[in-house]
């Protein structure tokens, strides 16, 4: 699960070009508070019974998973607890922690515009470490300090008095997921994400107190003292803004290496075609799709890209389902997709009282003949691989000469919610709910899995290879590859 970000200098160097000042050693041992407002318990009442009553009335997975009577409870202890006044990033919290019950990855709750904008830009102290996580449990994968003697590969214990499952439960349990499965709130806890997440969940220190093993495997304690950032960093996914990566490696015969890291570009027919007419000009026998990191985008993208490689006739859904076509809360999202995109639809009732949705994703389209490649097929992926990402690679999986190697995908294998996103403001306390209206019942081969995509070929990294930053996913795509030319050549 281990993602390579943007860092071309390791350590506090690189932090510094991202953040675009250098980190300041903290100082002290006390707690620092974080400056926010308070809200008061009628302001947060009135708004988990607005969030409650608009879930309940439109979102189309809110029993998928949980039945309606631990949702319920969910609701119930919610607004028990908000007897007494917090502040927005308290409120957040409990807030955020009956989202992500929900378990829909699409359905997020934010704080509101004013407090992202306070968070981002205050001085904050920050763990120096950034983590991976692997079978559960957090390793180090980089060392933002240049005194520490915890190194990358190492594992955490505890940080400040908190073991390490607690840890990773703690903040699991406030980012959304699919279904039942960890893979997508793992890659959002991974490298940078971990520095974030920690102070969204547990708030700041100007030290931490790190428990880990050493390279001896003895358990050893160190002191950290924070680092002081203005604004979180953004990362770039391996150092390019660009939507997609094209390679040919020397070392691996016939092979194209495709790396995509969105399918939000509404040019990617144009970015295909221009591919698979080079893939059969230089006869390529082996592609090699990376979809890690590659949070999703447009169903469209995703549906061009297999009419390249598909080779059979496909269809993305099986249906499409909401609960109504026009929701009564919607005076309170912002302004874009509120006008006729959802009322502009046919719909048919549903046995289970939802409706069915008209759209082109349940029909069956057929392979181009134009650049078709039908040559054999490695897609790499990880908990990063999301929404229309992982869609892709369900529906991928049932066509033949296709090999999916890595880790399992962040996005759920039979269901996905999206299609229309609004983003709803509370009225009282201004939080912001991302808000998905349809919900997909997607083509694969397992309908009613409550995980990801799993692959055909697991691969995880070991502590050592996490401390080196190897690339052992691509690396084994590398060792398939030569594997089948060289069975090949003695036919």
């Known amino acids: 699960m281990l993602r390579n970000f943007c860092w071309s200098i390791c350590g506090l ?24 407002r308070e809200l008061s318990t009628q302001q947060m009442q009135a708004d988990l019974t607005f969030m409650r009553n608009a879930l309940e009335e439109a979102h189309p997975s809110l029993y998928r998973y949980y039945v309606k009577r631990e949702i319920d409870s969910c609701f119930d202890d ?33 704080p509101s515009n ?37 190194k990358p590969g190492m594992q955490i214990l505890a940080v400040n008095g908190r073991p390490d499952l607690n840890l990773l439960g703690t903040i699991r349990a406030l980012i959304p997921g699919d279904g039942y499965s ?6 959002k806890v991974q490298e940078l994400g971990f520095l974030r997440n920690y102070w969204y969940v547990f708030g700041e220190s100007k ?37 997609y990566e094209l390679s040919y490696p020397d070392s691996l015969p016939n092979t194209a290496i495709f790396r995509i890291h969105t399918f939000a570009d509404t040019k990617a027919a144009e970015a295909y075609d221009a591919a698979f007419a080079d893939f059969k000009k230089l006869k390529i026998r082996n592609l090699v799709l990376d979809l890690r990191g590659n949070g999703g985008g447009l169903f469209a993208a995703t549906t061009e890209l297999l009419r390249y490689i ?49 759209d082109n994703l349940s029909s069956y389209l057929l392979p181009y003949t134009s650049h078709h490649y039908n040559k054999r097929i490695y897609v790499l992926t990880d908990g990063g691989t999301f929404s229309a990402a992982s869609t892709l690679v369900a529906v991928l999986k049932t066509q033949p000469g296709v090999t999916v ?87």
């Not at 160097?13 to 926010?36: E, M, N, Q």
């Not at 607004?79 to 359905?107: C, F, P």
């Not at 389902?321 to 048919?348: G, Q, W």
Request: proline share 6%; with cysteine.
């Open 13 to 36: 160097i690189a932090l510094s070009f991202i953040i675009g000042y250098a980190p300041k050693r903290a100082s002290g041992h006390s707690t620092v508070p974080v400056p926010d």
């Open 78 to 110: 919610a607004y028990n607890q908000l007897d007494h006044a917090m502040s927005e990033l308290e409120y957040w919290r409990v807030m955020s922690k009956l989202v992500t019950h929900i378990s829909s990855g699409h359905t997020v709750i934010w």
């Open 114 to 150: 004013a407090a992202q904008v306070q968070y981002n830009n205050r001085l904050k102290y920050v763990l120096p470490l950034s983590v991976a996580v692997i079978n559960g449990k957090l390793y180090v994968s980089r060392v933002l300090t240049s005194d520490a003697a915890i």
């Open 182 to 187: 960890n893979a997508l709130k793992d890659s």
């Open 207 to 243: 030290q931490y107190n790190i428990v880990y093993l050493d390279s001896a495997g003895n358990k050893a304690k160190q002191t950290l003292m924070a680092l002081a950032i203005n604004r979180w960093p953004v990362p770039a996914s391996r150092g390019t803004n660009q939507p």
């Open 310 to 358: 598909a080779n059979k006739k496909f269809r993305m859904a099986y249906y499409n389902e909401c609960r109504v076509i026009e929701p009564s809360f919607m005076s309170h999202a912002r302004n874009e997709r509120k006008d006729n995109t959802l009322i502009s639809r046919t719909y048919n009732p549903l046995p289970n009282g939802n409706l069915q949705v008209s």
């Open 405 to 491: 190697i890595g880790q399992e995908t962040g996005g759920n294998e039979g269901s996905t919610d999206g299609g229309v996103l609004s983003i709803i403001t509370l009225p009282s306390t201004q939080l912001q709910l991302r808000f998905p209206h349809f919900r997909y019942a997607i083509a694969s081969a397992h309908p009613n899995s409550g995980y990801g995509v799993l692959p055909d070929v697991p691969v995880i990294p070991n502590p050592a290879q996490i401390g080196k930053q190897i690339d052992v996913v691509m690396n084994k795509a590398g060792e398939l590859i030569l594997q089948t030319e060289v069975t090949n050549s003695k036919k």
